[in-house]
């Protein structure tokens, strides 16, 4: 199997802190990992602190090519939202958002369609969305996989602006697989990032597929990392509770080995 990503694909390794780290202690730990993933080549590296610590990381990122994402944000420019950041925020201190994590879909109860209000509302705010898809243990039980990728991927990423398809990033993250240490095996990995980009060919054209990148995400290690990374249709990983430590460094720098960047 060739470990290289397709060339017009740069990896991206992102790290979801969840809630995890507030301003001071996010500004140390980003400051600990700078120099380390600062010094990798080839891969995107994004760190996704709290809203609220977003500008302290900032404060450190700036300027060193590691770049910043926010973990959710309202489709809303600004309004009566009590709690919520807007996109208009967001720009200018983050290049990407995630949207849609399993954990926002389950406990706050996003859909498919908000998912991809907030998709169009990144594009149209010049932020990268990082859209989040993955079935639960019992989708996957009953064979429902396929079913549940595909109201996921044609619900949440509908009708984007074609020509900033380019932007997007396909996270999937199957939910049994996020904080449990139970990783998918590589080949699962790989079925369902196929069935993804084949689903955004028939969205978008063959062509435009291929220039998404599709991301692993859960219960990526440094030990399992590899495994991901050199599968063609993995683009990088979203990593949780791995990217909380040093081993975030590891995991990018394994990346960039698979993909033939090191
Ligand atoms: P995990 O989380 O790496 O802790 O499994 C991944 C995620 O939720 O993005």
Same mark, same amino acid.
């Given at each position: 199997?060739?470990?290289?990503?397709?060339?017009?694909?740069?990896?991206?390794?992102?790290?979801?802190?969840?809630?995890?780290?507030?301003?001071?202690?996010?500004?140390?730990?980003?400051?600990?990992?700078?120099?380390?993933?600062?010094?990798?080549?080839?891969?995107?590296?994004?760190?996704?602190?709290?809203?609220?610590?977003?500008?302290?990381?900032?404060?450190?990122?700036?300027?060193?090519?590691?770049?910043?994402?926010?973990?959710?944000?309202?489709?809303?420019?600004?309004?009566?939202?009590?709690?919520?950041?807007?996109?208009?925020?967001?720009?200018?201190?983050?290049?990407?958002?995630?949207?849609?994590?399993?954990?926002?879909?389950?406990?706050?109860?996003?859909?498919?369609?908000?998912?991809?209000?907030?998709?169009?509302?990144?594009?149209?705010?010049?932020?990268?969305?990082? !859209?989040? !898809?993955?079935?639960?243990?019992?989708?996957?039980?009953?064979?429902?996989?396929?079913?549940?990728?595909?109201?996921?991927?044609?619900?949440?990423?509908?009708?984007?602006?074609?020509?900033?398809?380019?932007?997007?990033?396909?996270?999937?993250?199957?939910?049994?697989?996020?904080?449990?240490?139970?990783?998918?095996?590589?080949?699962?990995?790989?079925?369902?990032?196929?069935?993804?980009?084949?689903?955004?060919?028939?969205?978008?054209?063959?062509?435009?597929?291929?220039?998404?990148? !599709?991301?692993?995400?859960?219960?990526?290690?440094?030990?399992?990392?590899a495994e991901f990374a050199a599968?063609?249709?993995?683009?990088?990983?979203?990593?949780?509770?791995?990217?909380?430590?040093?081993?975030? !460094?590891?995991?990018?720098?394994?990346?960039?080995?698979?993909?033939?960047?090191?």
């Open positions: 199997m060739s470990g290289r990503a397709s060339p017009q694909r740069t990896p991206i390794v992102a790290g979801n802190w969840k809630m995890f780290y507030a301003p001071t202690e996010a500004r140390e730990f980003a400051e600990s990992i700078l120099g380390g993933l600062a010094a990798i080549q080839g891969v995107e590296r994004v760190l996704c602190p709290p809203t609220i610590s977003l500008t302290a990381v900032h404060g450190v990122t700036s300027g060193t090519g590691v770049q910043l994402g926010a973990q959710n944000m309202y489709f809303e420019e600004k309004g009566a939202y009590t709690g919520e950041t807007s996109p208009t925020m967001l720009h200018g201190l983050c290049d990407y958002v995630i949207l849609g994590h399993s954990e926002r879909r389950a406990y706050f109860g996003e859909t498919d369609a908000l998912v991809n209000r907030k998709t169009h509302a990144a594009f149209a705010h010049g932020l990268r969305p990082i !859209v989040c !898809v993955g079935e639960r243990l019992e989708d996957r039980d009953a064979n429902q996989t396929e079913r549940v990728i595909t109201a996921q991927v044609r619900g949440s990423l509908a009708d984007l602006p074609i020509e900033r398809i380019g932007e997007l990033v396909v996270a999937y993250e199957p939910v049994w697989a996020i904080g449990t240490g139970r990783a998918a095996t590589a080949q699962d990995a790989a079925d369902v990032a196929a069935l993804i980009r084949a689903l955004l060919g028939e969205m978008y054209g063959a062509a435009t597929a291929q220039t998404v990148r !599709v991301q692993y995400g859960g219960s990526v290690t440094v030990a399992n990392v599968l063609p249709d993995i683009d990088g990983s979203l990593v949780g509770g791995a990217s909380l430590k040093a081993d975030f !460094v590891e995991i990018v720098r394994k990346t960039a080995e698979a993909k033939g960047r090191a």
